[in-house]
């Protein structure tokens, strides 16, 4: 008999060992499928814009749009004041500033380096990190509410190995972006709210404070994800008090009728406990509402786009809409999280909560939670005001991982307490279901897997990888150069600290214009964008035209995999062109 107990515990042990190699194997992999080649390559137009900030908020505390030399200024728009603060010239349009502070200290630390692929490392490194923390906070989390080791271990190996899986998150990830500082704050507001209304394991005041100042910070990131997180956490404390009365009061006895009065009180008051970090942070963000004009801004750009595209705000919600779904259904596993939903709704209808473990009640209120998050998210980001590209809500890519991890260990539990002899087959359905979705959408994302190993290990490089280090050489003081050209003008002002004019809004155009650019680089990719002031250019004075083996892409690279028509996609290899026509080029003055 102890022999038989001893190799028990040996095996039990055996498959611990297993599980913790696999768990840190898998992490090993998403580190260098994060970091590896993250030098590569040069920022892009988004990256380039929020270091250029970065640069102004050392310089002058905040992202000043004029600094006598050039103009930082994306909002593409018919009113070029649209998003420029009058008293403070600062940039108050699309995202907030919290990027730009997080991007002046990295900034300050790519200044120990002249090598332009070292600066664009130390840049995106910062910003890499906080993502990667935010994904552990999520992980570690979702293992709280598992009771044993190899559980635990369980559920953050499966966590691991979809994160690993989701190249559209790594991508976005990599980026010196708003895009993974909003992924770690809203797996730290999900983290302090959980932790103190579903595990009940932190204190009231601790929970305030930390859950007012995670939501404020949320807006100073990316405020529309605070007021998806202000919906989502107000509709699941309804969404759970409502619950909590009917199961409480269905029932007429007298018994109830004479305690009534007091156990309402009693739900009343845990309801509104959970509501003032939410008021809290709404009191604390007014006067920034206001600074930022974030509602007048939003509706004229989204009323700018509508005419742009010529159609209504319900096609143009509409669109969204399929755009998004598009994404959920193609790069990621919604029709299991929605196939998971639907056994544990069949599972409770027939077998009610009474014999549920508390642990298992815990992770349904989790799954809840995150699912309410999601829906939120779903149909409040598609109303954003301009195309929904994935970077607006891939931070719903961990957390649908991590309910979907959930649900399928609460159906796989919730088998077991089925009065049925084949509780053992219901199990292996489960697992081979489980199984079969993940396959299909490995197979449906193998290129770009495969396309992402390849760029681990190969440099690609853009346009700007070819242009920016050839000025470089060519010139000794570019810091002195004027270069004209239609779009990603900001990196030009990062990596060479050269005046940049025109670019791709053109709100300085008629200072600009009359200008002598020492060098002419016209993106092809952006069809006829200002096409006749660089044609101007060009016949006004003696330019020599200098191309590379480069195919002129629309943007030096971009994290995007779902956008169609495919004009802004990610590239996993350098574009080599030999058609002289469609190489990037650029023309030097002489």
């Not at 995202?95 to 900034?107: L, Q, T």
């Not at 704050?185 to 983290?191: E, G, I, Q, R």
């Not at 697992?431 to 190969?458: C, M, P, Q, R, W």
Request: include cysteine; charged fraction near 20%; hydrophobic fraction near 50%.
């Amino acid at each position: 008999m102890f022999e038989i107990i001893g190799k028990m515990r040996a095996l039990k042990h055996l498959r611990e060992h297993f599980l913790t190699f696999t768990l840190c194997f898998l992490c090993l992999l998403f580190l260098v499928s994060l970091f590896k080649n993250i030098s590569y390559p040069l920022l892009w137009a988004d990256e380039s814009m929020t270091v250029m900030h970065g640069k102004r908020v050392l310089e002058y505390g905040y992202p000043k749009v004029h600094d006598g030399k050039n103009v930082v200024y994306d909002l593409r728009h018919s009113n070029p004041r649209l998003g420029v603060d009058e008293k403070t010239d600062a940039y108050i349009g699309g995202a907030n500033w919290g990027m730009y502070y997080v991007a002046a200290v990295a900034v300050k630390l790519a200044q120990m380096s002249d090598d332009f692929f070292t600066k664009t490392a130390i840049l995106r490194i910062p910003f890499a990190l906080a993502g990667l923390i935010g994904l552990a906070i999520l992980g570690l989390l979702g293992a709280q509410f598992f009771e044993n080791r190899f559980s635990k271990y369980g559920f953050l190996t499966l966590f691991a190995f979809f994160e690993l899986l989701s190249i559209p998150l790594v991508l976005h990830l990599r980026e010196a972006r708003y895009y993974a500082l909003t992924v770690f704050l809203t797996a730290l507001v999900t983290y302090i709210y959980t932790r103190y209304r579903i595990l009940k394991k932190d204190n009231y005041l601790s929970y305030s404070i930390s859950l007012t100042l995670s939501l404020f910070l949320l807006f100073v990131t990316f405020s529309p994800v605070y007021f998806i997180f202000l919906i989502a956490i107000s509709l699941y404390e309804s969404i759970e008090f409502v619950k909590d009365l009917i199961s409480k009061y269905i029932r007429k006895t007298s018994q109830i009728v004479q305690s009534m009065s007091f156990s309402l009180n009693k739900r009343f008051k845990y309801y509104f406990q959970g509501l003032p970090p939410v008021m809290l942070s709404l009191i604390a963000v007014s006067p920034l509402l206001s600074f930022f004009k974030t509602f007048y801004i939003a509706e004229e750009t989204a009323k700018f786009n509508r005419l742009l595209f010529g159609i209504s705000e319900w096609e143009m919600y509409l669109a969204s809409l399929a755009v998004i779904w598009k994404y959920f259904t193609v790069s990621d596993l919604i029709y299991l999280a929605i196939f998971l939903k639907f056994c544990l709704m069949v599972s409770f209808m027939r077998l009610g909560l009474r014999d549920v473990p508390v642990s298992d009640r815990r992770k349904l209120m989790f799954s809840n939670f995150l699912a309410v998050v999601f829906i939120v998210y779903f149909f409040a980001i598609a109303r954003i005001p301009n195309f929904p590209f994935t970077r607006y809500f891939i931070p719903l890519q961990p957390v649908l991982a991590a309910m979907i991890i959930l649900d399928v260990a609460l159906a796989y539990n919730l088998i077991s307490l089925y009065p049925s002899p084949k509780i053992k087959y219901y199990r292996v359905i489960l697992l081979i279901v489980f199984a079969g979705f993940v396959l299909t959408n490995i197979g449906k994302n193998v290129e770009y897997l495969k396309g992402h190993v390849y760029e681990l290990s190969h440099q690609y490089k853009g346009p700007l990888d070819y242009l920016i280090p050839f000025i470089k050489e060519t010139y000794e003081d570019t810091d002195k150069l004027v270069i004209a050209t239609n779009y990603e003008e900001t990196s030009f002002m990062y990596y060479l600290n050269s005046k940049v004019i025109i670019g791709y809004v053109g709100n300085n155009l008629e200072e600009d214009i009359q200008m002598v650019p020492d060098i002419v680089i016209f993106r092809k990719g952006w069809g006829s964008l200002n096409l006749n002031i660089f044609l101007g250019f060009l016949q006004r004075d003696r330019y020599e035209r200098v191309s590379f083996p480069v195919f002129d892409y629309k943007v030096n690279n971009i994290p995007e995999l779902n956008f169609l028509p495919r004009v802004f996609e990610h590239q996993f290899r350098t574009l080599v062109s030999g058609d002289e026509r469609m190489k990037a080029d650029i023309y030097l003055k002489r």
